[in-house]
């Protein structure tokens, strides 16, 4: 039986109120840009970095001891939200609600208590409150940060400065005006940087490299901390909290118009909602924060927005730690090894879906057709026959070299099915290890969730076969 927990209610007037300035005044910063290596590199560099920060004997930064416990055990603070949000401006529906199914350790969400009509005002946060990129790019500016952001190597900073800013206010403990904020957020994460090598090891190949880019990343924040003299050695050093901190911005941002990043508290309760959307998010021109209902949502039921895309469950796994099981459809697990221009525009990879009814989508057949012309006169043809939507020409092509393209699709799906099938085996011999290996059963719903959609693939390819 689900045990929902009411964490809290606040009542509020009307969200047509305006956003007044609110008791405290926000700090602006400023940051850097990145540089890139191979995992290897970055391994080795981070191993170098903390063995020389362990023998140092001075801190380059006054820190203020922190109470918030980021162990992956601890407890999560939720009790005092609603006052803090409260007394910062959030201004919240009679209705929301906190809830979790596990006592709050894990999985906080938003529900509503009360019927909601479509486009009803859930919650209101005042630009003061919210965390961005932008901002914290304006509070930390200086030598440092562009030092940092030269290391990084990364085409886009704004993650990285919110990064910066809640390591900033972790430092500051409880002085940090986002103290109860930070306590009541997640220690345990199950994403990709969260993740080992053995669980990359359980991961099929696509799966597997989606997960280790978001490790890539973490290292490469890691590194570009070196140049930041703003923070204290021991948090620079500190993989947990660096960890930490990357997963509270990279599983809980939103982004905004203009490609800013931000972190709205009490906006990033809403849980993933898959293609089943019931909250809009909007800002202002000043920068407050709006969820509206999307539709119409009945008294109990979860408040959800999508935080990606809904066909991808991998890549949700890699970037947030979760599977969606709902996902009526999964990319295919084609990877190229040097997608072309061309493969891009056929649909690679968004558009290659494998439906869990074992139905295939066209840009599955025309990117792989594609790929199977060996004649760059025929690859055009069939290339400009997609772009300009002459049905007729693709139809004679698919005819044509149909056989091939069949063998090419069978192929890559026994490929992954053999792989899935191998996993299965050796993952089954861990299985009485999962304390120590405690994303596995995450990993083995995944793997599971893959292959019965492959296997439905397999059967209606097996049905087309001459």
């Known amino acids: 039986m689900i045990n929902h927990i009411i964490i809290s209610i606040i009542s509020w007037a009307l969200l047509g109120f305006a956003i007044t ?44 001891t922190s109470t918030i416990d980021i ?12 006052e803090w949000a409260a007394n910062y401006g959030v201004q919240t529906s009679p209705g929301f609600e906190l809830s979790s199914d596990d ?32 901002k914290a790019s304006r509070e930390f500016a200086g030598p440092d940060t562009a030092k940092a952001e030269r290391a990084l190597k990364l085409s886009d900073h704004m993650s990285f400065y919110l990064f910066l800013k809640v390591l900033k206010e972790y430092e500051m403990g409880t002085d940090s005006p986002w103290y109860q904020w930070l306590n009541s957020l997640p220690r345990y994460y ?18 597997a490299k989606q997960a280790q880019a978001e490790m890539t990343r973490l290292k490469r924040f890691e590194l570009a901390l070196d140049e930041i003299t703003f923070l204290s050695r ?9 960890k930490w901190a990357y997963n509270v911005v990279h599983t809980r941002y939103q982004e905004m118009t203009g ?28 920068g407050n924060c709006y969820a509206y209902s999307a539709r119409d949502v009945q008294a109990g039921q979860p408040l959800r927005i999508s935080n990606g895309d809904p066909t991808n469950p991998s890549q949700l796994l890699a970037r947030y730690g979760f599977l ?28 290659m879906l494998f439906y869990q009814d074992g139905n295939i989508s066209n840009e599955v057949w025309d990117v792989l057709l594609y790929t199977e012309l060996r004649s760059p006169n025929e690859r055009q043809a069939f290339y400009q026959a997609c772009m300009m939507g002459d049905e007729a020409t693709k139809s004679n092509y698919h005819s044509q070299y149909f056989v ?45 969730f893959v292959k019965n959609t492959f296997e439905r693939v397999r059967q209606n390819l097996g049905s087309m076969g001459y």
């Not at 910063?29 to 903390?50: F, G, I, K, M, T």
């Not at 940087?193 to 090891?201: H, L, V």
């Not at 459809?329 to 649909?347: H, N, Q, R, V």
């Open 259 to 286: 490609g800013d990043y931000c972190l709205a508290p009490m906006i990033d309760f809403f849980n993933h909602g898959g293609e089943e959307v019931d909250v809009h998010i909007s800002y202002d021109d000043e």
């Open 103 to 134: 006592g709050g350790l894990l999985d906080v969400y938003a529900i509503t208590n009360q019927h909601l009509p479509a486009d009803s005002p859930i919650v209101c946060v005042p630009n003061s409150l919210i965390l961005t990129g932008s």
């Open 324 to 351: 969606d099981e709902s996902s009526s459809a999964t990319y295919c697990k084609w990877i190229p090894d040097e997608p072309s221009s061309e493969i891009f525009d056929l649909g690679y990879p968004s558009r």
């Open 71 to 82: 162990t992956e055990n601890a407890p999560r603070d939720v009790a005092l939200l609603f």
């Open 190 to 207: 199950s994403n990709g940087a969260s993740m080992t090598d053995f669980c990359f090891g359980c991961l099929p190949p696509y799966a």
């Open 404 to 448: 091939q393209t069949l063998a090419a699709l069978q192929l890559h799906v026994s490929f992954v099915l053999n792989e899935l099938e191998e996993l299965g085996v050796w993952q089954m011999t861990k299985v009485m290890d999962s304390g120590r290996h405690p994303r596995l059963p995450l990993i083995m719903r995944h793997n599971e």
């Open 234 to 242: 021991d948090s620079k050093s500190d993989s947990d909290l660096t």
């Open 21 to 64: 300035g609110g008791a405290f005044q926000l700090q602006q910063a400023r940051l850097p840009s990145p540089p890139a290596s191979s995992r290897a590199a970055l391994d080795d560099a981070l191993l170098l970095r903390r063995a020389t920060r362990t023998t140092a004997t001075k801190l380059d930064y006054s820190l203020t």
